[in-house]
Structures are given as C-alpha cells and as structure tokens.
C-alpha cells in the first residue's frame, strides 16, 4: 500500500472516532444523572425543589440546594399521574413540555453526519493540494497547470546562456506580450505557438520561464503527459480548462512541456489510444479559437519533433520552430559562467580548457559537471574548487567512477598501460589530432581498464578524409601497441573496433569517399533512438555485389589505419618502452608529464 493511501485510512479513521465521540458528548451534554422518584418526592416535601419541566415520562427540574455528589440538575421518571396539587402545595414553578422527537433525530443524527461530511470535504481539499488520489478525482476535469504569476518567475535571459540564436528569437515574444499595441502597428502579429526543439537538457524549458520572467506576465506550465488520464473526455476538457484561465489572466504564456507525450501524430500506430486523439483535436481546436491579438502565447517543447503530427505544425498553429542545439564552446564557457557563480573556484580554474574538454556537453551537463566538481572538492577537503576537481567530474562523466578495487594482474595490468600509450603517442604523432590531455591505467566504468583523455583544440563541423583516416589510427593504436609489443591481440580494443568500424562504413556509404563506389550515398544516417521506429526496416538499397564491395572497402579503410599504427609505433618503440614504463609506476600521467614525451617524438613521416 502506498503511503499517501495509508495516509488516508488513518485520517478517515480518526474522522469516524472523532464523529462517534462528539454524538456522545452530544448526549451527555444533554442528559444529567437519573434520580430516583422517591428522593424527587423527598426532596420536593424538603421544599429544595425550585423549578421544573415535565413531558410524557420524565420530569427535569432544578434544585434550590445541591445533592452530595454536587449537581443541581435532575431527572426522573413520572409515576404518578398528577401532581399539579403536589405542586401546588409546595410552591414550585413547572410548566409542561412536549418533546419533539423529530429534533431529537436531528441533533442525534443528522448533526454527526454533517460534521462528518465537513471533515471529509477537508480531507479532500488537502489531498487534492497534495496530489492525492481523492484530489484527482475530485478536480478530474480541471487543469493541473501550476501557475505563477507576474512575480513568480525570477528566471531572465541573462541566466540562460550558450543559446544566444534562440534567446533573440524570442525577444520577439516578450516585446510582444510587454505592449502588443505597439509591437503590432504596422500589421504584424506574434505567431500563434512556438515550439521548442533540441537535444535533452539543452535548456528549452529554462528558456520558456525566461520568456515569462522577461516580460512578467502569467505564466501557466504544465507537461503534456498530465492531459491524459483513464476517463475518457478528461484530457480535452482539461485542454479547455486551461486556455479558459489562460484568457481570463491574458496576457499570459502557456508553456506544455513534452509536447510529443499528447501531440503524437493519429493514426501512426497500431492499436491507438482514442482519448489521446481526442485531447489532440482539443488543442487543435483551441489553437484555432484564440486571437494572437488578445496577448495569448502559446509555447511547447520537444526533442522528438519528427513523430508530431502534422496538423500541430502548420501555419497558424505552431508556425514557428526554434533549434534549442548543443552549445559551442564559446556557448560552453557562458554556461560556465552562469553556473559557478554559486561556487568557490580557485585560481587554476580555466573556464576555456574545461569548455574544451566538454565538446557535446548540453547545459544540463555542464551543470552536473560544476555540481560534481564541487562535490568532489569537498570530499577532497579543498578550500576552493580546482582545475584538477573538474578533471576528475569530467573523468567521472565520460568514463565512469573510479575502481580502485579492481585489481589487474601483473600481465594485464602491463598490456592496458602499453596499450593505452599506443593511443597517446598515435594521438602525438599526427598532425591534426587532438591534444592528449591525461592518460590512466586506473580502471573507471563497467568495462574501462584504462583510457585516454584528448582535448579538442575547437569544435569542428566537418572533417577531411585524411582527418577521418588519422582518428582512426588514434583510435587502433592502442590495439597497435599490444601487437607490436606482445605480438598478440586482447579483448581491450571492443570498443575502439567499434568506433572505427563506423567511422569506416560512414565514409564508404554515407560520405562516398570510396573511389570505386563512386559519389554515392548507400545508406541514409541511421535514426537515433529518438527517430522513428520504422526508419529501422527499410529496405536496403543496393545489390548483393554492391554490398560485397562496400565491405571490402570498409575491410581495406581500416585495415589502412591499423598498418599505419603500427608503423608510427614501430619507428617509436624506444620512447612506447619508456613512457608505458612511466605510466605504470605513476598509474596516471597529466599534461606536464606528457609534454615531455611529445617534446622527443619524432616527426610523422
């Protein structure tokens, strides 16, 4: 049982006890200590009766001194028939009453009930703030988008970086909803919906809340998973609900965050969700209804675009898409920036060696590496956050957390430190090739039992076959040096084969470097996991012969890199000896250790 439903049964419970002890208390509050008829008598010829009140069966009064046990109220049950003479003789005041059983029933009954209906009305109200089951049910047609208003958003352009293209699209936007009036003189009009597009964690949803902050109107977020329930109708009515509010607080912003969770394209898979299609139209629909004019921007985010469908798309609905995309390294530094505001750095911190160590990091990494990075001074007792804490969150990153405990044997331990010098001094021999930053026998991950760490010198977009030929004779010298040295192969290079088996076949069917192939593309970039899934089955384009061919030449590409490898590892065999000798007795070698050996090697021929 879940906690929040535990949670519930106990309120319940102590709602029933509380209900049950109230009725009781009810009726001692009206009921006082029976007294026998007798001592009535008794006390009424002592002449301490002051007042009383008859009805059918019993007789309440009011004595004039009290009993023992210290009450003055009474009651007991007539027995005899009439005692006005009595009464009379005795100078006591009393008067008759009927008693209504209908108000008896009333306060008995109906009062508990309704204090238990009052408590469990607020019981629901707290699980609805909470999120609760009896607050969904209760709320089920009402839209979940959180609110904020003018002042809620403290988020502005100035915390996001590393997206100026995008930031500048949307000023459009804040100058917009700040005077429409203005903005819309010569005729124009803000498009109707802007969607969001990019990688994960590249900021999309930061820079929806900068929007809002911009220009401080209010601004309703809401995911697009949160539309679609079990009940049948919920999603489009909260669709309604929520440009309802939207209008009523115009100008607004209404931000649906993975928009791809409800505006997946209708008809697209077997066996279709019905109430998914329904919201869908809802929106269409709504989209459709609102004037641009009234100040209503709608804005979503996704980074699976190609499944959408295609009515959510056209013109007048999300008319215009912006590419939220990786950072640079300039866009890398001012994310740095942004995020070590909140940290200690020390003086060795090179914000422009970190942007380049970190080339593919989105922003949503980058500020998991700083939080590693100051995680990792701490654990180390640092007064400020290093150079050498970053490389280490970086390691952590990219290669995975340190083993310490794994413990190599002699042998292996010597083909992972001849092998990973193979990469280095391959890396240093060619021109072109990236800067070897740190090399480490140190086992890290699942399976790295040692790695080597290049630093691009900058991003690059496209590369030469020449460029492409030598990554991959970095990427072979490790598998290089263990067959020069040893003379025999080991399982260590799985996953450089890998990436060079790719490399190759990109080159003969995709980038038609392959002078017998021709300039032609064989095969079409292959989808991602976030592609489509029928991009995965199509059929293939070419012969049986051609394919023969195009494994020949990927065979003859990488069987080239090896040889060259092993050639510059050969000519280079005194200084491989020396510097994997090195790295075993120190397990890691930094930039000072490796600018010696790349100060003796040789030239590349």
Same mark, same amino acid.
């Given at each position: 049982?879940?906690?929040?439903?535990?949670?519930?049964?106990?309120?319940?419970?102590?709602?029933?006890?509380?209900?049950?002890?109230?009725?009781?208390?009810?009726?001692?509050m009206?009921?006082?200590?029976?007294?026998?008829?007798?001592?009535?008598?008794?006390?009424?010829k002592?002449?301490?009766?002051?007042?009383?009140?008859?009805d059918?069966?019993?007789?309440?009064?009011?004595?004039?001194?009290?009993?023992?046990?210290?009450?003055?109220?009474?009651?007991?049950?007539?027995?005899?028939?009439?005692?006005?003479?009595?009464?009379?003789?005795?100078?006591v005041?009393f008067?008759?009453?009927?008693?209504?059983?209908?108000?008896?029933?009333?306060?008995?009954?109906?009062?508990?009930?309704?204090?238990?209906?009052?408590i469990?009305?607020?019981?629901?109200?707290r699980?609805?703030?909470?999120?609760?089951l009896?607050?969904?049910?209760?709320?089920i047609?009402?839209?979940?988008?959180?609110?904020?208003?003018?002042?809620?958003?403290?988020?502005?352009?100035?915390?996001?970086?590393?997206?100026?293209?995008?930031?500048?699209?949307?000023?459009?936007?804040?100058?917009f909803?700040?005077?429409?009036?203005?903005?819309?003189?010569?005729?124009?009009?803000?498009?109707?919906?802007?969607?969001?597009?990019?990688? +994960?964690?590249t $900021?999309?949803? *930061? #820079? &929806?809340?900068a929007?809002?902050? =911009?220009?401080g109107? @209010?601004?309703?977020?809401?995911?697009?998973?949160?539309?679609?329930?079990?009940?049948?109708?919920?999603g489009?009515?909260?669709?309604?609900?929520?440009?309802?509010?939207?209008?009523?607080?115009?100008?607004?912003?209404i931000?649906?965050?993975?928009?791809?969770a409800?505006?997946?394209?209708?008809?697209?898979?077997?066996?279709?969700?019905?109430?998914?299609?329904?919201?869908?139209?809802?929106?269409?629909?709504?989209?459709?209804?609102?004037? +641009?004019?009234? $100040?209503?921007? *709608? #804005? &979503?985010?996704?980074?699976?675009? =190609?499944?959408?469908? @295609?009515a959510?798309?056209r013109?007048?609905?999300?008319?215009?898409?912006?590419?939220?995309?990786?950072?640079?390294?300039?866009?890398?530094?001012?994310i740095?920036?942004?995020?070590?505001?909140?940290?200690?750095?020390?003086?060795?911190?090179?914000?422009?060696?970190?942007?380049?160590?970190?080339?593919?990091?989105?922003?949503?990494?980058?500020?998991?590496?700083?939080?590693?990075?100051?995680?990792l001074?701490?654990?180390?007792?640092?007064?400020?956050?290093?150079?050498?804490?970053?490389?280490g969150?970086?390691?952590?990153?990219?290669?995975?957390?340190?083993k310490?405990?794994?413990?190599?044997?002699?042998?292996?331990?010597?083909?992972?430190?001849?092998?990973?010098?193979?990469?280095a001094?391959?890396?240093?021999?060619?021109?072109?090739?990236?800067?070897?930053?740190k090399?480490?026998i140190?086992?890290?991950?699942?399976?790295?039992?040692?790695?080597?760490?290049?630093?691009?010198?900058?991003?690059?977009?496209?590369?030469?076959?020449?460029e492409?030929?030598?990554?991959?004779?970095?990427?072979?010298?490790?598998?290089?040096?263990?067959?020069?040295?040893?003379?025999?192969?080991?399982?260590?290079?799985?996953?450089?084969?890998?990436?060079?088996?790719?490399?190759?076949?990109s080159m003969?069917?995709?980038?038609?470097?392959?002078?017998?192939?021709?300039?032609?593309?064989?095969?079409?970039?292959?989808?991602?996991?976030?592609?489509?899934?029928?991009?995965?089955?199509?059929?293939?384009?070419?012969?049986?012969?051609?394919?023969?061919?195009?494994?020949?030449?990927?065979?003859?590409?990488?069987?080239?890199?090896?040889?060259?490898?092993?050639?510059?590892?050969?000519?280079?065999?005194?200084?491989?000896?020396?510097?994997?000798?090195?790295?075993?007795?120190?397990?890691?070698?930094?930039?000072?250790?490796?600018?010696?050996?790349?100060?003796?090697?040789?030239?590349?021929?």
């Amino acid at each position: 049982m879940e906690k929040h439903t535990k949670f519930n049964l106990w309120y319940v419970s102590f709602a029933l006890l509380g209900v049950l002890l109230l009725r009781d208390a009810w009726v001692l509050m009206r009921e006082v200590e029976p007294l026998p008829y007798s001592q009535f008598m008794a006390e009424l010829k002592a002449n301490n009766v002051e007042e009383i009140s008859i009805d059918a069966s019993t007789i309440r009064g009011k004595l004039r001194k009290p009993l023992q046990d210290g009450s003055t109220r009474f009651v007991t049950t007539r027995v005899e028939a009439d005692l006005a003479r009595d009464l009379a003789q005795y100078d006591v005041r009393f008067t008759g009453v009927v008693q209504s059983s209908f108000l008896r029933n009333l306060l008995g009954w109906v009062l508990p009930a309704i204090i238990f209906f009052g408590i469990w009305m607020l019981l629901m109200g707290r699980l609805a703030d909470k999120g609760g089951l009896g607050g969904s049910f209760m709320s089920i047609g009402k839209s979940k988008a959180r609110i904020y208003v003018e002042t809620g958003v403290k988020v502005s352009f100035d915390d996001v970086a590393g997206v100026d293209e995008s930031k500048e699209e949307l000023k459009e936007v804040v100058n917009f909803l700040k005077d429409p009036k203005v903005y819309g003189r010569l005729g124009a009009r803000t498009p109707k919906g802007i969607l969001l597009v990019g990688p +994960p964690g590249t $900021g999309k949803t *930061l #820079l &929806a809340r900068a929007v809002a902050g =911009e220009s401080g109107v @209010p601004f309703f977020s809401i995911s697009g998973s949160e539309f679609v329930e079990m009940f049948v109708g919920v999603g489009a009515a909260r669709v309604r609900d929520l440009f309802e509010q939207a209008r009523q607080k115009a100008p607004a912003i209404i931000f649906i965050d993975e928009l791809d969770a409800l505006g997946r394209a209708r008809g697209a898979y077997v066996g279709g969700h019905d109430e998914k299609e329904q919201t869908l139209n809802q929106l269409l629909v709504e989209m459709d209804g609102f004037d +641009p004019a009234s $100040g209503l921007v *709608l #804005l &979503a985010a996704t980074n699976r675009p =190609e499944i959408l469908d @295609p009515a959510l798309l056209r013109a007048g609905r999300f008319d215009r898409q912006i590419l939220v995309d990786r950072p640079d390294k300039t866009g890398r530094m001012q994310i740095l920036d942004v995020h070590m505001r909140g940290i200690k750095t020390a003086p060795d911190v090179e914000r422009e060696k970190i942007a380049a160590l970190t080339p593919g990091f989105s922003g949503a990494d980058i500020a998991n590496l700083v939080n590693e990075a100051a995680l990792l001074a701490t654990r180390n007792k640092h007064d400020a956050v290093g150079m050498d804490d970053f490389t280490g969150a970086i390691e952590r990153i990219v290669a995975g957390l340190e083993k310490k405990n794994r413990l190599l044997n002699a042998q292996e331990r010597k083909i992972v430190a001849y092998h990973e010098m193979g990469h280095a001094l391959v890396a240093m021999s060619l021109p072109g090739s990236d800067a070897v930053h740190k090399v480490s026998i140190i086992p890290r991950g699942v399976g790295a039992l040692g790695y080597t760490l290049q630093r691009p010198t900058e991003d690059r977009f496209l590369m030469t076959r020449e460029e492409l030929e030598n990554k991959m004779a970095v990427l072979l010298g490790g598998r290089a040096a263990e067959h020069v040295v040893f003379g025999h192969l080991s399982t260590g290079a799985a996953d450089d084969l890998a990436k060079v088996t790719d490399i190759a076949r990109s080159m003969v069917t995709r980038y038609g470097m392959d002078k017998r192939l021709g300039h032609l593309a064989y095969e079409q970039e292959r989808p991602s996991m976030l592609g489509l899934p029928q991009a995965d089955i199509r059929p293939r384009g070419y012969s049986e012969m051609t394919a023969r061919e195009i494994d020949c030449a990927v065979r003859e590409i990488v069987d080239a890199a090896f040889a060259r490898a092993v050639e510059l590892l050969t000519t280079r065999r005194q200084l491989l000896e020396t510097a994997a000798r090195r790295l075993m007795e120190k397990e890691t070698l930094g930039e000072e250790e490796l600018a010696g050996l790349r100060e003796a090697m040789p030239a590349a021929a």
